[in-house]
């Protein structure tokens, strides 16, 4: 077998090679556009076997100080069948280490942890990695089932609020448009305020929802005109993979964060989707919430690299602690934001107050 790596810059054949692969939709051209606008460049190839591609893999190239020149990452891919993982896996780490220079290939594969993938991606020469992005415990529903079946796997009480939620007068549909998108994004960061995670800039939001277009739908819970809550997902041809989502105050209080998520997996079958990935379980709140809709649980092979260079080793032992330190200073910022936005509002109230008693008439 003689594989060549060869670029693909045609978007419609790069997403139908993603949906022929059944692939991921981090594996989507929308969003690796979407990364190329914020830090990441991007680097799309397909591995070929005389006239027939054998696997292909979205690359993302991160520029790292010197002397490590760069990481290559691999966002839920490559794809490939499991007979071909290890010729594709070589052929990509020889393609990342000279094209760009790479300190390592890292990759989190779309792929059980108790899969025939696993031995190829060992034998390959990657090893599990501490270094990850995307979170390998999750949940994944099949969306082959019947809402029976799926119902059956959610706690009484889950069934009970999705079915008062259905029955209310809140519409579940897809998010259009730049008003309803800044609407999602106001929920999202009341949403983020409250339950004190971190959030990127509103640009990038914005940019994903221009460069996935259908592949990145949004389901609205909305009261009229008004947004209660809402899920946000990237969606291939077989994998919906939830990216944000948010709930108003009143939204909780009418319990429609139940809906919305049950409108999602409505509307994402509706799409031709067969697997629905909530993104990440952790041990905290949200994901206590997402535990609610499923008995299960699933476990991806997670973070594995493979050296590309010498500095490897130095690079594997800088890496995690410069992570923490960035989580420190993100840390840190929330709490000052957290602190600083009550003072200018009560600023911005003294300040009110003044002009008020300005304006008011003489006695």
């Not at 009480?157 to 448009?177: C, H, L, P, W």
Request: charged share 25%.
């Amino acid at each position: 077998m003689s594989l060549a790596v060869m670029p693909c810059t045609d978007r419609a054949q790069w997403d139908e090679i993603v949906d022929r692969f059944e692939g991921h939709p981090q594996q989507l051209w929308g969003w690796g556009e979407t990364k190329a606008m914020h830090g990441w460049s991007v680097d799309r190839v397909l591995v070929n076997d005389g006239g027939q591609t054998l696997g292909a893999a979205q690359l993302l190239v991160r520029r790292l100080p010197f002397p490590f020149r760069s990481l290559v990452y691999i966002a839920r891919g490559p794809m490939c069948s499991a007979d071909n993982t290890g010729a594709v896996l070589d052929r990509l780490a020889a393609h990342a280490s000279v094209r760009h220079r790479g300190v390592a290939l890292s990759i989190e594969p779309d792929w059980d942890a108790d899969s025939p993938y696993a031995d190829a991606v060992a034998a390959a020469g990657f090893a599990e990695s501490a270094n990850t992005i995307l979170i390998p415990r999750t949940l994944i529903l099949d969306l082959g089932k019947s809402d029976d079946e799926l119902m059956a796997d959610m706690s009484k009480s889950t069934r009970a609020n999705i079915r008062k939620a259905m029955r209310s007068e809140v519409q579940f549909r897809k998010v259009a448009g730049d008003a309803e998108l800044q609407q999602v994004l106001a929920v999202y960061h009341e949403t983020a305020e409250r339950a004190g995670f971190g959030i990127h800039e509103d640009q990038y939001y914005r940019d994903i929802f221009t460069n996935m277009g259908d592949g990145s739908p949004i389901i609205g819970a909305f009261d009229g005109d008004e947004l209660l809550a809402f899920v946000w997902l990237s969606r291939s041809g077989t994998t919906a993979f939830e990216l944000y989502g948010g709930v108003s105050q009143e939204g909780q209080k009418q319990r429609v964060n139940y809906g919305v998520k049950w409108a999602a997996f409505q509307a994402m079958r509706e799409d031709g989707c067969r697997r629905y990935d909530f993104n990440g379980l952790l041990n905290d709140g949200i994901s206590d919430f997402k535990k609610q809709f499923a008995k299960h649980e699933n476990l991806l092979m997670g973070t594995w690299e493979r050296p590309l260079s010498p500095l490897y080793p130095a690079y594997a032992k800088a890496m995690p602690a410069a992570r923490r330190g960035l989580q420190a200073a993100r840390r840190l910022l929330r709490t000052a934001s957290s602190q600083v936005r009550p003072a200018v509002q009560r600023l911005r109230g003294v300040a009110g107050g003044a002009v008020k008693r300005r304006r008011a008439p003489q006695a």
